[in-house]
């Protein structure tokens, strides 16, 4: 049985995808693009919704579906385009369906898968280079949380995330599990009636010691979150989304500039195709870029966060662009966008869903769809 992910559910809502798109190299511009890999489908994996890791000169990621079983993968790749799968999962207890990218802790990888587990509700899992999975702990899907779809973050040797669902209300939860497997649910988000917010689907920051995190709905207006939470379980609603001009639906973590949080919101917006905006710690919204649409050439539906090279923020857009099959974008603080490249949708890649890393200059990240088999890609622009 196929398992539409999220974030699938998502673009196909939203008619993002494009129909006929065939050419397999970028457009002309500024920036240039090269696919390192486009995978098969097959026992390589497919579908790669979240983003890389550096560790050791390779890249490391995870594809929702494809491997041996179809429950997906964690693969490395080198700059040269050598692919290894490095775990299949076989979607019973050991997981299955990551959404996920990876953290490093000591040379072992730790991430999240959003189904499996003793109790289908998603995992917390860890394996070696090598390729030795262990679960760390299995959600049971009722108060202790389910379907975690972000990736989690080390906070002095324990690892903290966020569930979609599960938790007191079925709201989701911010939770933390030490690599021992002992589970702790930190806070259980109420949902929109009580002006909390409801369903996070993005990972944590960590500023001295307070995490800030999204949740995609919920809040004043039901248009999502900006929160903070203290490792004791306090929780304050730093911002919460009318869902007009300042932005709706943040599925993306934040990240710290300059003493002010930067995110993205997959809808809102001047013309309603979502946002990048700022917020200090004490709530003050800002938006700094409002995105315009496909008739503009400009992206659409940003769900990945954001990544800061030099004073300049890059991120993707999962829509929009030349050919409506996503962007790689930059914004400066004072808000001048720019397209770096647009995916045509062909053998280049299509719907970049997650985020980049810098790693000498070069931006790194996959595409869900597109590529020689229109089973996603890793792919690298240079700015």
Known sequence: MVVFSVRSLKRIQEGC???????TTGPAGAASETVLYAFKGGSDGAAPYAGLINLGGKLYGTTYGGGASNYGTVFKLTKAGAETVVYSFKGASDGAYPEAGLIDLGGTLYGTTSYGGASNSGTVF???????????????GGSDGSHPLASLIDVGGTLYGTTYNGGTSEYGTVFNVTT???EKVVYSCKG?????????????TNLGG????????????NGGT????????AETVVYSFKGGSDGAAPYAGLINMGGKLYGTTYDGGASNYGTVFKLTKGGADTVVYSFKGVSNGDGTYPQAGLIKVGNTLYGTTGGGGASNSGTVFSVTKAGAETVVYSF??????????????????TLYGTTEGGGASSNGTVFAVTP
């Open 226 to 233: 900006v929160f903070s939470v203290a490792n004791a379980g």
């Open 180 to 182: 021992a497997g002992a």
């Open 210 to 221: 307070t995490l800030y995190g999204t949740t995609s709905y919920g809040g004043a207006s």
């Open 126 to 140: 860890s394996v070696t280079t090598v390729g030795t999975e262990t679960v760390v702990y299995s959600f049971k």
């Open 344 to 361: 045509k949708g062909g053998g280049d890649g299509a719907y970049p869903f997650a985020g980049l890393i810098n790693l000498g200059g």
């Open 17 to 23: 995808f494009a129909v006929g798109l065939l050419a």
């Open 192 to 204: 929109a009636s009580d002006g909390d917010g409801a369903y996070p689907e993005a990972g944590l």
